[in-house]
């Protein structure tokens, strides 16, 4: 805490108090505004912006289709900078008013799945893929599952936040959560030195849930120069798991998904068939990249 600062007796919230991300986080819950959600043609709509998160389904619903599994889906794009999941609709659909928000209209009647990790699981569960039938291997991938949603938290909300996005640099916070990161890394790198995967030989939706988290720092794809700042070169364990799930073409695919950032080659906005990859995306509509 810095000297010129004592907190109040009771908080007050102040709508410029959240820097960068101040729109799009509020002390209070429910819409903000009547917005009914688009539904297109496929059982499964998703509703998604490209963050660590919404890549995670991304990633696992190309990963069913590449598997040869029917998971066919349409994936609307949520601008959370616009305010798009305080409306009505979305709200609807996940009560928090983060992304993703799944609904599967298969289910009678349509059900509705919140939260990227059940997200995972329930799509693991309906198509019997990417979870590991043997209770053992089963176990250890719902035990990374859950330790990622868990120390997400401390990567994007905490390290992320306070070294490349607070309107002020503090020390304390900065040193807090890099120790955090690096002791995950290092959680990482001793597991991954005698496992392929993160449930062992077999690739699951915990090595879904991680790579767009873990794999992009180290990667250098996220906070700037934050790879550098952490030494996450030292982790080589981790580099070869990133460098092994970022060839495969699901994963190539699903994070274009609902992306709006970098190249437009590399975006596409909305996803409604498997030709949208080549026929839609922003480079090829005259779209521009948003950021």
């Given at each position: ?9 009771v908080?007050k919230w102040?709508k410029d108090?959240g820097?960068k991300?101040?729109s ?25 912006l490209?963050t660590?998160n ?6 696992m619903l190309?990963?069913?289709l ?10 609307w ?13 979305f ?10 928000a799944l609904?599967d209209?298969?289910?009678?009647p349509?059900?509705?799945?919140f939260e990227?990790g059940?997200i995972?699981l329930?799509?693991?569960e309906k ?21 990622q949603?868990?120390?997400?938290p ?9 070294y490349?996005y ?6 304390y ?19 991954l ?8 030989e ?6 879904m ?10 990667a250098g794809?996220?906070y700037?120069?934050?790879?550098t700042?952490?030494?996450?070169h030292?982790y ?6 990133q ?18 950032s970098g ?6 906005w909305?996803?409604h068939?498997?030709s949208?990859?080549?026929?839609r ?8 990249a948003?950021?």
């Amino acid at each position: 805490m810095s000297d010129d600062y004592t907190p109040p007796r009771v908080w007050k919230w102040d709508k410029d108090n959240g820097g960068k991300f101040a729109s799009i986080n509020r002390p209070v819950a429910g819409p903000t505004h009547d917005k009914d959600l688009p539904v297109g043609k496929h059982p499964l709509q998703l509703y998604s912006l490209a963050t660590p998160n919404g890549q995670k389904v991304t990633i696992m619903l190309e990963e069913l289709l590449e598997a040869g599994l029917d998971a066919e889906y349409d994936a609307w794009l949520i601008r959370i900078g616009d305010g798009d999941q305080f409306g009505s609709g979305f709200v609807a659909v996940n009560p928090n008013s983060k992304i993703p928000a799944l609904m599967d209209r298969s289910a009678t009647p349509p059900r509705r799945v919140f939260e990227s990790g059940a997200i995972l699981l329930y799509l693991a569960e309906k198509f019997g893929a990417f979870l590991p039938r043997d209770p053992a291997a089963r176990t250890e991938a719902l035990n990374w599952l859950f330790w990622q949603m868990g120390s997400a938290p401390y990567l994007g909300g905490g390290f992320g936040h306070f070294y490349a996005y607070a309107p002020v640099r503090i020390e304390y916070a900065i040193d807090r959560f890099t120790m955090e990161i690096k002791r995950q890394l290092d959680v990482l790198d001793r597991h991954l030195a005698d496992h392929r995967f993160m449930a062992g030989e077999e690739y699951s939706i915990a090595d879904m849930a991680i790579w767009p988290w873990y794999g992009r720092l180290i990667a250098g794809g996220v906070y700037g120069d934050a790879a550098t700042f952490i030494e996450a070169h030292i982790y080589e364990n981790v580099h070869r798991w990133q460098a092994e799930i970022a060839m495969r073409p699901a994963v190539r695919r699903g994070i274009m998904v609902n992306n709006v950032s970098g190249d437009p080659a590399g975006q596409l906005w909305e996803r409604h068939d498997a030709s949208d990859f080549l026929t839609r995306t922003q480079d090829k509509i005259g779209g521009q990249a948003d950021g």
